[in-house]
């Protein structure tokens, strides 16, 4: 069988199958970071880059959304990560106001400030963190399993808004302080919703809005998952700005 058409029964596999989807993503992590590479004129870092995230989540919606018309797979899926990664600094750009680094230096001076910028990164240390990341994503994603929960669920259902995630970190906040509502998770299954909103004086409808985010929000920060913690927090900052 050649490789066009292994990958098309992948795909077409992973459409009505989480876990194949969710292992799909992770056989093609180095494409996705590679289209996310371009995108950024430079590596993308866990932890610190957004638009790493969002090529993942539009890799899958590449998964749902493709059929043999729209052509290559891999072609689909990269037009579709460099369309929602443009779409997203374009949202960027519009609510912060920070200097882009892929302006130009001055009209007398080739080259942007992203040039400027002097890169120490040691290769062997980010290869380590990109293994680590990658076996933390896959144990995050065998877990979220057992909740019926993708990481697609999950993108969907994370707050919009800076106040609906605020209230989200508080409910995560009081639920830290409560080894048994923890337990109670783990042992049931289900989000302690009730027991959450009276704790943390987050309105029930909120947390119920949120149950998917939530419910992987408790998994991340209960089960050592450091590196996909903190990307979660440098979100959380972004939104902040």
Excluded: W
């Amino acid at each position: 069988m050649d490789r066009k058409t292994d990958i098309v029964r992948l795909v077409e596999a992973a459409k009505t199958n989480t876990e194949a989807a969710d292992e799909l993503i992770s056989a093609y992590l180095p494409f996705i970071k590679a289209q996310t590479e371009k995108f950024l004129k430079r590596p993308p870092q866990e932890g610190r880059d957004d638009e790493l995230s969002i090529a993942m989540i539009a890799f899958h919606e590449a998964i749902s959304g493709y059929s043999s018309l729209r052509g290559s797979f891999l072609h689909y899926a990269g037009m579709l990560i460099k369309s929602r990664l443009i779409d997203h600094a374009r949202k960027e750009q519009r609510h912060r106001h920070a200097l882009s680094l892929d302006a130009p230096i001055g009209e007398e001076t080739e080259g942007t400030l992203l040039d400027t910028i002097h890169d120490p990164r040691d290769h062997y240390e980010e290869q380590q963190r990109e293994e680590a990341f990658q076996r933390e994503i896959a144990e995050l994603s065998k877990q979220l399993r057992q909740y019926d929960l993708c990481f697609a669920d999950v993108a969907d259902n994370c707050p919009r808004q800076q106040r609906t995630l605020d209230a989200c970190h508080r409910a995560l906040a009081y639920a830290k302080t409560q080894p048994a509502l923890l337990m109670q998770l783990v042992e049931s299954r289900r989000l302690p919703i009730a027991k959450l909103s009276e704790g943390s004086q987050v309105e029930r409808k909120t947390l119920e809005r949120h149950r998917k985010y939530l419910v992987a929000l408790l998994l991340i920060h209960t089960n050592g998952y450091e590196m996909i913690r903190t990307h979660l927090m440098s979100r959380k900052r972004g939104v902040e700005a």
